[in-house]
C-alpha cells in the first residue's frame, strides 16, 4: 500500500506532537508508580532572554539607575538590605522569606551566543558553545536512567512539541499540552483506522509504531490526570492551567519524574516593564498556586521547580525603553527540601563588564550535574561528561 503525502503529514503531525517512542508509555503501569519519597523535578523555562536585572534588582547599585533611567525599578520588594525583587513576583519573596527558595546569580557559560536558537540549544544541549549536540541534557538522562534502574524514568512536557532538552539518542519525553485533547484526536477513527495498515518504508513504519504507541498510551495519560483532581483555584492563565495538569499528574500514580514546561516570549526590546510585568504576574499567580497545592498534599519537599532563561540582557537600556541581548543570568530554584536558601553567591559585577555585558561566573552545567547527582540520583558524568563539581543547595 503506497502512503499518500496527506496522510504521510497527518500521521506526522501526530506522531512528533508527542514525539514518543515505542513502548514509552507501556510500562508506565501502577506497579511502576513512583514511591511517594521519589523527587520530581520541574523545569520551567522563560523564553526569549528574561532580563534578570529587573528581576533581582541592586537596590543600592547606582550603576544600575544611572544605565536604566527608564526602566530601572524603584518599587522592588526588599529581600536584604542590597537586594530586592520585581514586584509582581511577591510570591516568590515569601517563599524566599520562608527558605523556600535559592537563587543562584550571574549563570552563562564561556563565550556566550546571542542569538536566541543558538544559546538555547546550548542550555537544552548542555553542550559548549562550539559544539552541536542532537540530544538534550534530560534526554541523555532518560537514556541512562532508562538502562540502570528497575523501572524507566520518565518525562513529560507540556507543550505541542518536544524541546531539545528531552530528546535523548534512544529515550525521549512525551509532549503535549492537554491530556484530553490528546486523548480525543487519538480516538478519531482515521488514526485508528491508519494504524491497522502496515507499511515496510522504516521511516513510515516508525511513524506508525509511534502513532500506534500513542493511541495506547493516550487514554492512560488522560485518565491519571483524571484520576486526583485538585480542590486549589489555579489562574486562568495557559501556565496556570499548566500548572493544574502538572499538579493532577504529580498526585496520581503516574511514573513521571521531570516535567518541563515554557512561558514567554521574554525578548523585551521595546517597553520592556510592561510586557515583563505580564509575565511575572502570570508566573507569580501559577506558581502561587502550585506550591499551594504540593504543600497542602504533602509533596513541597519532594518536588524541585527549577527557571532559566537562554541568556539575560544587557546592563543599559536601549532607546525604546527596553534591553537588548546579553550574556549571564539568574537561576531560581523553589522546594522544601533546600539545604541552602537564599542568595547562593554575590550579585552580578556592573562595574566589570565585558563589552556592556555581565561576564558569567557560574557554569549552567555545574547547576545541571548538581540537579543530576544530588536530586535525581544519576550519574551527572555520563550525562554530561562534566566532572568539576557540584553545588550543595540540594
Not at 35 to 52: A, E, K, M, R, Y
Not at 83 to 93: D, E, Q
Not at 360 to 384: G, H, M, P, Q
Amino acid at each position: 500500500m503506497l502512503i499518500k503525502r496527506r496522510e504521510f503529514l497527518k500521521i506526522s503531525s501526530l506522531a512528533t506532537a508527542s514525539l514518543v517512542v515505542p513502548n514509552f508509555l507501556r510500562s508506565m503501569t501502577l506497579d511502576n508508580a513512583l514511591q511517594p519519597s521519589q523527587n520530581i523535578l520541574i523545569v520551567l523555562q522563560f523564553t526569549g532572554g528574561n532580563d534578570g536585572l529587573n528581576t533581582i534588582i541592586p537596590i543600592k547599585n547606582d550603576v544600575y539607575f544611572r544605565e536604566r533611567k527608564n526602566i530601572a525599578i524603584n518599587n522592588s520588594l526588599r529581600l536584604n538590605d542590597e537586594t530586592g525583587i520585581n514586584p509582581a513576583l511577591s510570591s516568590f519573596k515569601d517563599l524566599f522569606d520562608n527558605g523556600e527558595l535559592a537563587i543562584l546569580n550571574n549563570v552563562g557559560y564561556p563565550n556566550p551566543d546571542k542569538s536566541h536558537f543558538r544559546s538555547m540549544d546550548i542550555w537544552q544541549s548542555a553542550s559548549k558553545s562550539d559544539e552541536f549536540l542532537e540530544t538534550g541534557w534530560l534526554g541523555r538522562f532518560l537514556d541512562e536512567e532508562c538502562y540502570r534502574c528497575e523501572h524507566p524514568t520518565q518525562a513529560l512536557e507540556v507543550d505541542d512539541m518536544l524541546s531539545l532538552a528531552l530528546k535523548g539518542e534512544n529515550n525521549k519525553a512525551f509532549a503535549f499540552k492537554d491530556p484530553k485533547r490528546l486523548y480525543q484526536t487519538s480516538q478519531e477513527k482515521y488514526f485508528k483506522s491508519l494504524y491497522d495498515h502496515h507499511h515496510e518504508d522504516e521511516i513510515v513504519s516508525y511513524l506508525y509504531q509511534t502513532l500506534g504507541s500513542t493511541i495506547n498510551n493516550a487514554s492512560y495519560i488522560f485518565e491519571k490526570s483524571k484520576s486526583k483532581q485538585t480542590d486549589q483555584t489555579y489562574p486562568n492563565s495557559t501556565l496556570g492551567k499548566d500548572f493544574k495538569t502538572i499538579a493532577s499528574l504529580i498526585k496520581s500514580d503516574i511514573n513521571t519524574q521531570v516535567y518541563y514546561l515554557s512561558v514567554g516570549s521574554f525578548d523585551t526590546h521595546v517597553n520592556q516593564n510592561e510586557r515583563q510585568q505580564k509575565l511575572f504576574t502570570d508566573i507569580n499567580e501559577a506558581v502561587k498556586s502550585f506550591v499551594a497545592d504540593m504543600k497542602e498534599n504533602g509533596l513541597f519537599d519532594n518536588i524541585l521547580l527549577m527557571t532559566f532563561s537562554e541568556f539575560g540582557r544587557r546592563v543599559a537600556q536601549n532607546a525604546s525603553n527596553g534591553t537588548d541581548h546579553g550574556t549571564a543570568n539568574q537561576m531560581f530554584f523553589i522546594s522544601g527540601g533546600l539545604k541552602k536558601k537564599g542568595f547562593l553567591n554575590t550579585l552580578p559585577d556592573l562595574q566589570n563588564l565585558n563589552e556592556g555585558d555581565l561576564i558569567y561566573t557560574e557554569d549552567f552545567r555545574k547547576v545541571y550535574a548538581t540537579i543530576l547527582r544530588n536530586w535525581l540520583k544519576a550519574d551527572s558524568s555520563k550525562v554530561l561528561g562534566w566532572k568539576n563539581g557540584v553545588y550543595d543547595f540540594i
